[in-house]
């Protein structure tokens, strides 16, 4: 996985559960915080807190040869429900208990991608590529037999419609230097649900990863003196553009929700995602070694991607435990 995926995939799941990593934790209860991008009736109703509208600006140094590419992903609040088989149908219920394994009801996310296409620069400027987001709703059954074989019932996953916009557009501020504009926004209908049911309508954790071809994008935390006032100038809503990919490299830019310094990382020492990238993994994976037989139990029937963690921790050897005690690295200093 390069650099950009890498941390990337680490800002989509910010935050998706944290520890104890289990359902009943408070911490738990309100979730999908960072990065949402909300239906606009919802978000016009509650007077903009939560935004409808999600907007990069960014700087890009080229010439006629140059073209950004950008994609937007984000997370799509999936319902998932525990059934029992009851006769010839499934009747819903919060937990099932099938052969050794605990099942809760609880949501999850589905993750979503969109290719807004190719912008060549300079043409055409001030004409927005526009694309559509358009997911229809739908479910599925995952069945859950017994060990010999029973079916004793399933998890039914079920998701609503998402609907919006990408707009991705140019303009010349100088010879060979153009703003470039990402935009993305929730046109889904909002029925007046609580927020737990808009949520299922949300755009959720989004972020927007640009790449520019035959050209280069300019840092807006440390833009070059003569480019102070153009960085300055631009406008980005609820999103944080930075230098993305190998230090030093300038074709890909990484816009999240989260605030985050030019050529962000994970650390390589990390065995995995833990969903709280700023906690110290250390700390975090000897929380998760010290929990009850009952706490781990019920964090694995929380979330699929709980039960990973707890699996992953546990397989870890007192070596690869040793090795997230602590790092030096070299670090070379430029003077002017």
Sequence with gaps: MDAVKKIAEAMLYEGYILWPYRKSARKNQQRWTFGGVYPRAYSEARGGDDP????????VSGDGDTAVEV??????????KVARRKGGALEFVDELRVGDERYLSWDEAAEREVTAGRLGLPEPLGSPVRTEINVPGGSAEEPLAEPGGAVA???VRSWRALSGVVEVE????????????ARISNTTPWGGEDREGTLRRTFVSTHTVLEAEG???VSLTDPPEALRGFAEACENIKTWPVLAGE????NKMLSSPIILSDYPQVAPESPGDL??????????ILSILTLTDAEKEEM???DPRAREILDRCEALSPEELMSLHGAIREFKLVRE
């Design 71 to 80: 994609k937007v992903r984000f997370l799509h609040v999936t319902e998932r």
């Design 247 to 250: 230090e030093g490299e300038r």
């Design 170 to 181: 140019a303009e010349r501020l100088q010879e060979g230097l153009f703003r470039v504009t």
């Design 153 to 155: 019932g399933a998890l």
């Design 275 to 284: 969903f709280d990238g700023g906690e110290i993994d250390q700390l975090l």
């Design 215 to 217: 050209g280069e994008f």
């Design 300 to 302: 694995r029937a929380t």
């Design 52 to 59: 409808w509208l999600m907007q990069t600006q960014c700087l």
